[in-house]
């Protein structure tokens, strides 16, 4: 299986500007184009183990970043996206070029996949088990997903949970962890060992950093995970991690809340996030240090065995 780390930079930066680069982030095949540079760079280190294929393989999405034309290339220079021809986006500072790469991802597969129920959470798995993250930005999601991946946790996503309209199993599609300003150091401290971008200030959402996805999560992105815990996370300063059960309609509801396709799927919808429910244990989460965190994760787990 070629990969994004087997193309030397020349020939991952032809394809950029040639064909375009079919990448396949779990069940999705993207055909991304660029004449960047620093695109071939951030995708080299970011996404060395993920898989190419073939230039004549069907992509699911056609992107394509690049720079203004005219003088704007030169005067405060910007990126542009467009997905099949079409700009979805303002245009952003050239600077944050990576980031924009990795939200408009984020967007082609929440604004597309409608053949699963998407969640805005993050999932992680171990034995077996998935337990699903749903949560505004700003609750210490990313931070906890990143520890716990750090600490042997499967990743499946950090942003966007899958679930399977026919029979709510959950697909991975593990990209790049987001982290966002104080979290950055958070996780550097965690976690030394993982590899994180150079942090881009300024953007929309403060200064961001992603974290990459470990090799064995991506080596594994085609493996569905059965939820087993549906668990609303918040941070909280000083806090003591601890667990509270969430009825099963409020958990219903705030799961629709988080859902991107929740309403355009309609029953199908509905039936998917009521059998999600009925089949997995709820509760809001909060906790002020992950090392309390890791424990009562593991605790989850050890209550399956």
Known sequence: MLTVGALDRHTLAARLRGPGLRLQTG???????SSLPALAVALSRM????????????????????????????????????????????????????PMFEWAMNWCVSSHAH??????????????AAVILPAPPGSGKSTLCAALVA????????????????????????RPVSLKNASIDVI??????AHISPPVADTVKGTVAHMCAPGASVARALEPATPA????????????AELVPVA???????????????????????????????????FDFSYGALDDAMAVFEGLLAGRR
């Open 27 to 33: 069940p999705f095949i993207a055909c991304i184009r």
């Open 47 to 98: 996404y060395a183990d993920y898989p190419v294929l073939d230039e004549d393989t069907t992509a699911d999405f056609n992107v394509l970043l690049r720079r203004p034309r005219g003088l704007r290339r030169f005067i405060k220079p910007q990126v542009y996206f467009h997905y099949d021809g079409m700009e979805p986006f303002q245009p952003l500072p050239l600077a944050q070029l990576y």
């Open 115 to 128: 053949s699963w129920l998407v969640i805005h959470a993050a999932v992680v798995e171990k034995e077996g």
């Open 151 to 174: 600490r042997g946790w499967r990743l499946l996503s950090d942003e966007l949970t899958l679930v399977r309209l026919v029979d709510g199993q959950i697909d991975p599609v593990p």
């Open 188 to 193: 550097r401290a965690w976690a030394p060992e």
């Open 229 to 240: 815990w549906i668990v609303f996370p918040q941070w909280k300063q000083g806090a003591p």
């Open 248 to 282: 099963q309609a409020r958990a219903h509801l705030r799961l629709a809340e988080n859902a991107f396709n929740y309403s355009l799927l309609g029953g199908a919808g509905f039936d998917t996030a009521a059998r999600l429910i009925d089949g997995t244990h709820t």
